[in-house]
């Protein structure tokens, strides 16, 4: 405070950045030597390394392989609590979808959202000669060309 005074204050559980707490009668008195005014704190939440916020969802970019994307896979995916969760990646999923983990959001007196895991394909950016073998055989089994929607959406949209 102002004057040096120390108040202890109690933030809730999910609070947002900008969000504001008054503490009744804690503020300075009025100059008539009135009763002491709101003492006003405006929150700043420091951001998480790993986690956004989206309102009580809890955002997360998840990095998958090729492979698991393609195929499906069973992942583990960080919490907000430290712990881990099994997440299930369908075959087929693109790069881009999200998907849900029910009740491992933010916690707060409305509720608990649920974690909002964006799937990420990562490529490698360091091939052996073994998998660039490899990818090439399965690039003379997969001859669609994924632009093609794309290119014919163009033409047809001039």
Excluded at 90 to 100: D, E, F, H, K
Aim: hydrophobic content about 40%; glycine content about 12%; charged content about 25%.
């Amino acid at each position: 405070m102002a004057d040096g005074r120390e108040v202890k204050v109690k933030v809730p559980a999910g609070v947002n950045d900008g969000q504001k707490i008054r503490l009744k009668g804690k503020g300075q008195p009025s100059p008539d030597g009135g009763e002491a005014g709101d003492l006003v704190i405006t929150v700043s939440v420091r951001p998480h390394p790993v986690f956004s916020r989206d309102g009580i969802n809890l955002r997360v970019d998840v990095p998958v392989t090729f492979a698991e994307a393609a195929l499906g896979a069973t992942i583990e995916v960080p919490t907000l609590d430290g712990q881990t969760v099994r997440l299930k990646i369908p075959a087929g999923t693109p790069s881009g979808r999200v998907l849900r983990v029910k009740g491992k959001g933010v916690t707060t007196a409305k509720g608990t959202g649920d974690l909002l895991a964006e799937v990420v394909v990562a490529v490698p950016d360091n091939l052996s000669s073994a998998a660039v073998e490899a990818l090439e055989e399965f690039a003379k089994h997969t001859p669609a060309n994924p632009r093609d929607e794309l290119l014919a959406r163009a033409r047809a949209g001039r």
